[in-house]
């Protein structure tokens, strides 16, 4: 099937949503247990912790995590966002510096301005969709405002609700900054994730049952499987360790002079999407099949231009004395394998 497809259905009783391009999973959303990225608390700070230059949270899911503190005083409540995905065992990572974000906008509080997506080119187009967010009265508000790359050819009165929407809210929350421990946002499940973040064009589906007959079941059954093919029959290995993330790039039946870096590249094209629909993170190290040194360059360069669209945040750090590739890749979702088996897959 050609095209992009938005799919919002459930895998058991947890919401998913998933984002089918020209009939290939390109990504996936199911909700969970955890506290989720975007969630807001009013926290209350418990000890700094002397020489880690960080704090422990009191927060009615538990412990968080708050780095780079100052003048915070046990005892005292503050507002904290959820960042990402605890690791077992580990406190609830957890930001003070807000952000209230949806389709077309972010709303940054005590950061006022107005800045617009340079992936906006068309002047008029940006005269227009600054118009539309009411550009003069969010001048005067104490936020700042991200108009995002959604907003282009987007209707007009729909970017203005959406600019009010998220102002009001910040409003809220900042004001409800005093008083016990409590959680003020959910933050968004994969339904609204879906329609905040997967903006381009696409046919939305929302049948139950979807999952099934548009192959999101059959290729969840793949990632089953730690191995993953690529292009011109070679095949990669992602596996998750307890310390680290192991990538194993393997060529196949080819055995000409160039399998290795045709491998190496394939491998650097669709490690994003195997480590998105997995939902791994941390340290990644990439054990790739033998080529010569002098093609490192390329295989940096194919890497890099495939995670500059990720979602994700991730770091390149380079090459080690044996010759693997080191990322850092932050952990922005939790393990796909443990949310199938607790959905019942």
């Not at 104490?142 to 729909?158: F, K, T, V, Y």
């Not at 998220?166 to 959680?183: N, Q, R, S, T, Y």
């Not at 079941?217 to 310390?243: C, H, I, N």
């Not at 060529?251 to 650097?268: F, P, Q, R, V």
Request: glycine share 10%; net charge negative.
């Amino acid at each position: 099937m050609k095209g992009r497809q938005i799919v919002l259905d459930h895998i058991g009783d947890r919401e998913a949503a998933a984002l089918m391009v020209d009939g290939q999973l390109e990504d996936l959303l199911i909700d969970s247990d955890a506290p989720r990225p975007g969630a807001i608390y009013r926290a209350i700070a418990q000890r700094p912790m002397k020489g880690q230059g960080g704090l422990f949270l009191d927060t009615p899911d538990g412990t968080a995590y708050l780095r780079q503190i100052k003048g915070i005083a046990p005892g005292q409540a503050l507002l904290v966002q959820v960042t990402g995905y605890a690791e077992p065992g580990k406190a609830i990572p957890v930001t003070a510096r807000l952000l209230f974000k949806s389709r077309f906008a972010i709303v940054t509080p005590e950061a006022p301005g107005v800045n617009l997506s340079r992936r906006i080119h068309d002047e008029e187009e940006r005269i227009r969709i600054l118009a539309a967010a009411g550009t003069e009265l969010a001048e005067a508000s104490p936020h700042g405002i991200i108009l995002r790359s959604a907003c282009e050819g987007a209707d007009e009165d729909e970017i203005a609700e959406d600019v009010d929407a998220m102002l009001d809210l910040a409003d809220k929350v900042l004001a409800d900054a005093e008083g016990p421990a409590e959680k003020l946002t959910e933050g968004d499940g994969p339904h609204l994730l879906a329609w905040r973040d997967w903006s381009e064009p696409a046919e939305v589906v929302t049948e139950a049952g979807s999952f099934g007959h548009l192959g999101v079941l059959d290729a969840l059954e793949g990632l089953k499987s730690a191995r993953a093919p690529l292009a011109g029959g070679a095949f990669v290995f992602v596996e998750a360790t307890r310390a680290l993330v192991a990538v194993d790039v393997n060529t196949g039946a080819d055995s000409s002079l160039a399998a290795g870096l045709k491998a190496n590249i394939a491998a650097a094209r669709e490690l994003p999407r195997q480590l998105r629909l997995r939902g791994l993170g941390g340290q990644i190290v990439i054990d790739l099949a033998p080529m010569p040194k002098k093609d490192r360059r390329t295989f940096e360069s194919a890497l890099r231009a495939a995670f500059r669209h990720d979602t994700e945040e991730t770091a390149l750090a380079g090459w080690t004395p044996l010759g693997n590739y080191e990322l850092q890749r932050k952990r922005g979702r939790l393990p796909l394998l443990p949310l199938l088996r607790e959905a019942g897959l």
